[in-house]
């Protein structure tokens, strides 16, 4: 089974602060882990992937992750907040074997000037 | 690079009546996913193809639900006797390969007057 928790469904940062977005997994076996993000009435983007390789996942717009087995996070940070990072963010699980991706609840970045 | 595309990109219908959704998959991609997104939740797996072989369904594609891929290429989603609850985005999904990162198409969003 696989599963992903996604802490603080809402988000708010200033314009130039960090930006942490906290995402805990369930997995039997090493997972793949991915970040996506949506903008409103659109597809998802994929942000970074972790698979296996190193555990810090650099990813566009200057985001990365980092993956963590002993707390079983993948938790997705950016030094400094833009106004066009405002955005759904959702992190999502792969499992080894399985097909289909387990996705979160979404967190909603709200980024003030 | 055309992506993946859904059409159309939104039907509105009346309760009972049946659509049908269409998904293009990025072409060498021989996996296809379809999944479904309702306000303040992330991507639920609906259903999942590799090549023309559907492969797996989700307890939330009811008797109502119906999916294809008869050539191994685009695919299509029909919802019959709609209900209101069928209201959400459906996305469509396309990977290389098993466990790899999914390219979303920009969704179908459905609204079941």
């Known amino acids: 089974a696989q599963s992903v928790t996604q802490l603080g469904s809402h988000v708010s940062v200033s314009e130039g602060a960090l930006v942490l977005l906290r995402c805990n997994y369930s997995s039997s076996v090493p997972p793949y882990l991915f970040w996506y993000v949506q903008y409103p009435n659109q597809g998802l983007q994929l942000l970074l992937k972790y698979t296996s390789a190193a555990t810090l996942v650099k990813g566009i717009n200057g985001f990365e992750a980092e993956f963590k087995k002993s707390e079983t996070s993948f938790h997705l940070t950016k030094p400094s907040a833009h106004m066009s990072d405002a955005a759904e963010y959702f992190c999502?699980?792969?499992?080894?074997?399985?097909?289909?991706?387990?996705f979160g609840t979404g967190t909603k970045l709200q980024v003030i000037p | 690079d055309t992506g993946v595309s859904q059409d159309p990109r939104h039907k509105i219908t009346k309760r009972g009546q049946n659509v049908t959704f269409r998904c293009d998959p990025i072409s060498e991609h021989n996996r296809l996913y379809w999944y479904r997104q309702t306000l303040g939740q992330g991507p639920e797996f609906l259903t999942y193809f590799q090549n023309e072989a559907q492969l797996e369904k989700s307890r939330l594609l009811s008797d109502r639900f119906s999916a294809e891929r008869p050539k191994g290429s685009f695919s299509t989603l029909e919802i019959q006797r709609t209900e209101q609850g069928d209201s959400a985005m459906y996305l469509c999904a396309s990977s290389l390969e098993a466990g790899r990162e999914q390219f979303f198409g920009p969704g179908t969003r459905l609204t079941v007057l």
């Open positions: 999502a699980v792969n499992s080894g074997g399985y097909q289909k991706v387990t």
